[in-house]
């Protein structure tokens, strides 16, 4: 008796690195927990070095679907209108980082207007969460320009908090989290989670999301079973231990052992419930990337309803709950 031969849709998808982001993390455990093929998908997984790469992935057409950030997208995404990117299943709020305060200039810095004229240390000139931090400094009145930054590094942002180079820092998970707990720093803004970024900011935000391009979209019955996919991935991290998950994640997404289960719940944590966006919540991140991110003088922002498709998210999630 012959057997059946299963043809799944063939999708390929771009998703900025590193491997072991915690913004992506859905993605991988889509992938290795098999949740694409069990909903008739074949998907391509290709990480890029950043998230500039999975956009221009996109731009140029190598890729069905891009998971990298709004910013991203906006400066190195498609330019011609008949491409306009579309949003199809939200991620995160924000970059999952938090100002922090030395814990021993915390009798000193007890809100954000103390920062004026102080030393605040960043990953990197340009970091995707200074726009957000910037945002945060404008509530209060004060502007990026009357601080000191300094470009640490990733590694040097602790050891600086120690010796008091500086007096602050955008600090990213899961070492914020490790930083507070060990009594070394205190807590000035929290953007770790989506509630805790409404609270920040006043209002609701998007970070990373998944996209893909007007002309080349796939059909919307594919793009709801990547969905289910997804929504399946975000279920079982809630429910796997560290150790279920990193044993059938790849070494290069899993990485250090000792540091997965503090990257696990730091997903947990920044991930927008049910991967809806509201229009309202994409107008206000634009309006944040444009104040303190240099945007192509040419591009043209679509309507914030235009850019959005999440009627096959919608079917997937009743689907889910129906079940």
């Known amino acids: 008796m012959l057997g059946l031969i299963v043809l799944l849709q063939t999708l390929t998808l771009a998703v900025s690195g590193p491997a072991t982001s915690s913004e992506y993390l859905p993605i991988r455990v889509a992938e290795s927990e098999g949740y694409f093929a069990r909903e008739g998908l074949d998907v391509t997984v290709r990480t890029t070095r950043a998230e500039s790469g999975a956009a221009e ?74 726009a957000w931090f910037g945002w945060l400094l404008a509530r209060a009145s004060v502007s990026v320009a009357q601080l000191h930054l300094m470009s640490v590094g990733g590694r040097g942002l602790a050891s600086a908090i120690d010796s ?23 807590l000035l803004g929290d953007f770790r989670t989506p509630a805790a970024v409404s609270r920040a900011l006043g209002m609701q935000t998007v970070n990373a999301a998944v996209f893909v ?27 796997a231990s560290a150790e279920e998950l990193a044993a059938r994640l790849p070494s290069r997404v899993a990485g250090a052992h000792e540091e997965f289960q503090a990257r696990l719940e730091a997903a947990r944590a920044c991930h927008l419930p049910d991967g809806l966006v509201s229009a309202e919540g994409l107008q206000q991140t634009i309006g944040i990337i444009r104040a303190h991110t240099p945007l192509p003088w040419r591009l043209r922002i ?22």
């Open 213 to 239: 391009r007007a002309d080349r979209r796939p059909a919307d019955v594919h793009l709801a079973a990547f969905a289910q996919a997804l929504l399946a991935a975000q279920e079982r991290m809630r429910a």
């Open 164 to 186: 008091g180079e500086i007096h602050a820092a955008l600090v990213h998970e899961p070492m914020a989290t490790r930083l507070l707990e060990e009594g070394r720093a205190t």
């Open 302 to 323: 679509p309507r914030p309803e235009a850019m959005l498709h999440l009627e096959p998210l919608q079917k997937a999630i009743k689907a889910r709950r129906a079940s």
């Open 57 to 130: 992935a996109l731009a140029q057409g190598q890729v069905d679907l891009a998971a990298t950030t709004l910013e991203a997208l906006l400066r190195f995404g498609p330019r011609v209108p008949s491409e306009t990117p579309r949003l199809v299943f939200g991620l995160t709020a924000a970059p999952p980082f938090s100002v922090l305060v030395a814990t021993a200039q915390a009798g000193a810095v007890r809100s954000v207007e103390d920062l004026a004229g102080l030393r605040v240390g960043v990953t990197t000139p340009g970091a995707p969460e200074l």
